[in-house]
């Protein structure tokens, strides 16, 4: 008896110094030991702004000027649930959106029944109001019954409202104004370096090579 237990012991002894000797190996081998950084760190979430990146983009003109009708349409599958948009189309969970753009706010044609929220906003859907109240209609008019999130992506909701303009709107889209960069284009030309200039169609970089080309102006003379 007393002969079992000390090979009993013995064995589990030795199974507990494999045991030991293994898990250390496997740590080195599957370099358990060492800490590593993620190849990317975090990962995007769609439909999110980074901080900030509402104001540096385009503008919403500019968005507008360059939609896409066809992702409009396609973004509109995801208001059809609740909308109709042809004309005289019924009211669903939401109201007929016929020539929606340009119309009042909150007052429809086919008697649908709006929440206090809209019908007492006043005033009537511009391109910017619908702009404001896609990616966020609670943000918008604060106690809205439209249950829907919101569109995170500038250009989606652009392209979008050029879609929902098309059907029985027909408005003429906000001009593009030339801004920000303007009167750092022109300090550039009057400092006799125009080449700043023709940059300025790109919105975000014109600011750059015009503050360049002030820098280097003096020094050239
Ligand atoms: C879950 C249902 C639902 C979805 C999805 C939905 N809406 Fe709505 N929508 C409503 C309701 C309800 C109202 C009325 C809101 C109120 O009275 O507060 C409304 C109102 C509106 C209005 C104001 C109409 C007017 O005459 O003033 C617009 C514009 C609009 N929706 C556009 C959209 C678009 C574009 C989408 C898709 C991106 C969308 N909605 C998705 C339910 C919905």
Redesign the pocket.
């Known amino acids: 008896m007393q002969d079992r237990f000390n090979t009993i012991a013995g064995w589990t002894l030795f199974a507990g110094i494999v045991a030991l000797g293994l898990s250390s190996v496997s740590a080195k081998y599957f370099q358990a030991d060492k800490h590593h950084r993620p190849h990317e760190m975090g990962f995007e979430i769609e439909g999110v702004e980074a901080e900030g990146g509402g104001e540096a983009g385009p503008s919403l003109p500019e968005l507008l000027a360059q939609a896409d009708l066809a992702k409009g349409e396609k ?2 599958g ?2 059809t ?3 109709t948009i042809n004309a005289g189309g019924p009211n669903g ?3 007929n ?1 016929h020539g ?1 753009v340009g ?1 009042a ?4 044609v086919g008697g649908f029944a ?2 206090s ?3 007492g906003h006043g005033g009537n ?1 511009t391109f910017a109001d ?1 702009d404001a ?2 990616a966020s209609p609670k943000a918008f ?1 604060p106690g ?5 999130a919101g ?1 995170g992506k500038p250009q989606d909701r652009a392209d ?1 409202i050029a879609y ?1 303009n098309t059907q029985g709107s027909n408005l003429p889209l906000p001009a593009v104004e030339a801004k920000a960069e303007e009167p750092a284009a022109d300090e550039a030309a009057a400092e006799g370096e125009a080449a700043a200039g023709d940059e300025a169609a790109a919105p975000a970089e014109a600011a750059a090579p015009a503050e360049g080309a002030e820098a280097e102006a003096p020094a050239a003379e």
């Open positions: 973004l509109f995801k208001c649930s609740c909308h969970i939401g109201p959106l929606v119309e706010i909150g007052k429809g709006f929440s929220a809209l019908s859907w619908l109240w896609l008019a809205t019954k439209m249950s829907f569109l979008l929902l």
